[in-house]
């Protein structure tokens, strides 16, 4: 009796370990590939929303729909990390950004 968290973790534990993805998500009674990836986008949710589905105070489903703004905070902290690594692209960030004002 596993939470939806549990779920997507096993599922993808299995899929890493080398099962293929059909037969891991059909163990899962999940029968379509749009389910098996349903299933693991709630991976990508930063842990304090996933631990809000594994406690019963949010959806499976609800959660599933925040997925697209968790993968535009990791591409912002990413593209952010970038910038400070590289002081000539942050200079040229400045530049572009303020001439558009």
Request: glycine fraction near 4%; avoid cysteine; aromatic fraction near 4%.
């Given at each position: 009796d596993l939470n939806a968290?549990?779920?997507?973790?096993l599922l993808q534990v299995m899929i890493d370990a080398g099962v293929h993805?059909?037969?891991?998500?059909?163990?899962f009674g999940l029968t379509s590939e749009s389910g098996i990836k349903n299933t693991l986008r709630l991976m990508k949710l930063p842990p304090?929303?996933?631990k809000m589905v594994e406690s019963g105070k949010m959806p499976a489903r609800a959660a599933r729909m925040l997925v697209p703004w968790a993968e535009a905070t990791i591409m912002l902290d990413e593209l952010a990390k970038g910038l400070l690594d590289d002081a000539s692209s942050l200079n040229e960030?400045?530049?572009?950004?303020?001439?558009r004002r």
């Open positions: 968290i549990e779920r997507a973790e993805r059909a037969e891991a998500g059909r163990l304090s929303i996933r960030f400045l530049t572009s950004t303020q001439s």
